[in-house]
Each structure stands twice: as structure tokens, then as C-alpha cells.
């Protein structure tokens, strides 16, 4: 089991910009050392997953403007609760026993943060979906 736990940890990203502070909840210190490099090592995962949803739902979000886009990608992954289990699982899979057991102890905070930064990180990356249409046109 070590060596689960060591590749996993070994094959995220570092990602600079995450500060830490000594009056960090516990959350935020999970946040920021598990949930971020996670996120960002399944970024391409997500983006594609999510155009495949956009897809598979007629493709109405390449008819809308930016912000529309943009709304539509939060409305649409905090309504769609199995499109929420999905992402979820891809993150929750690379969790460590350790991180799992927090995860645990803690699993709505977790799951919220997980979906939110995940919404974040689509929405930061809105302009992949409509590059993605035009290769595929």
C-alpha cells in the first residue's frame, strides 16, 4: 500500500502559488495540499469529460456568450448530481489511504470544495471548449 501512496503523491504536480498559514483550517490545508495538485493533474480528464457532457446536451453552450457559458458551466455541474459523482470519483481515485481517512472525517466540506474548484478550473478554461468546437467543425 506504501507504494500506491508514494506514486500517487509522486505524480502530482507542485504547484507554486499555494501559500500556507498557521491558521489554515484543516480543510484548507487539504484543499491546498491534495485537492489542488489533484485537480490539476486530471485537468485534461475534466476539460474533456465536460465537453463530452456539453455534447451530449445538444450543445446549447456554444450558442452562448461568454458569461452565459460561464453560467452555464456552474448551474449546470452544481445541478447534475451524477455529472457531480463523476467528478468527484476522478479525484476521490487518487487519493492516498491517509487522505481517504480525511476525506472520511469530513465528507460534505470535502465534496463541496472538490466541486467548487473543479467549476473554478473549467470556467477559468472556458475558451478549450470553443477552440475544441472549431478543430472538430
Same mark, same amino acid.
Given at each position: 500500500?506504501?507504494? #500506491? ?26 484543499? /491546498?495540499? %491534495? @485537492?489542488?495538485?489533484? @485537480?490539476?493533474?486530471? /485537468? ?11 455534447? %451530449?446536451?445538444?450543445? %446549447?453552450?456554444? =450558442?452562448? /456568450?461568454?458569461?452565459? #457559458? @460561464? ?24 487519493? %492516498? ?6 476525506? =472520511? ?11 467548487? @474548484? ?12 470553443? =477552440?475544441?468546437?472549431?478543430?472538430? =467543425?
Amino acid at each position: 500500500m506504501k507504494n #500506491r501512496s508514494y506514486n500517487l503523491i509522486q505524480m502530482r504536480p507542485h504547484i507554486e502559488k499555494i501559500k500556507s498559514f498557521e491558521n489554515m483550517s484543516r480543510q484548507e490545508v487539504f484543499q /491546498n495540499k %491534495t @485537492l489542488r495538485p489533484i @485537480l490539476k493533474l486530471q /485537468n485534461q480528464l475534466l476539460l474533456e469529460i465536460f465537453r463530452d457532457y456539453i455534447i %451530449t446536451r445538444k450543445g %446549447t453552450f456554444y =450558442n452562448l /456568450n461568454n458569461l452565459n #457559458r @460561464l453560467d452555464y458551466i456552474e448551474k449546470n455541474i452544481t445541478k447534475d448530481q451524477k455529472f457531480q459523482n463523476s467528478i468527484k470519483g476522478i479525484i476521490i481515485g487518487h487519493f %492516498t489511504i491517509d487522505e481517504y481517512q480525511i476525506y =472520511n472525517q469530513d465528507i460534505s466540506s470535502i465534496n463541496k470544495r472538490i466541486i467548487n @474548484l473543479a467549476i473554478d478550473r473549467l470556467k477559468d478554461q472556458v475558451e478549450y471548449f470553443i =477552440n475544441r468546437l472549431t478543430i472538430h =467543425n
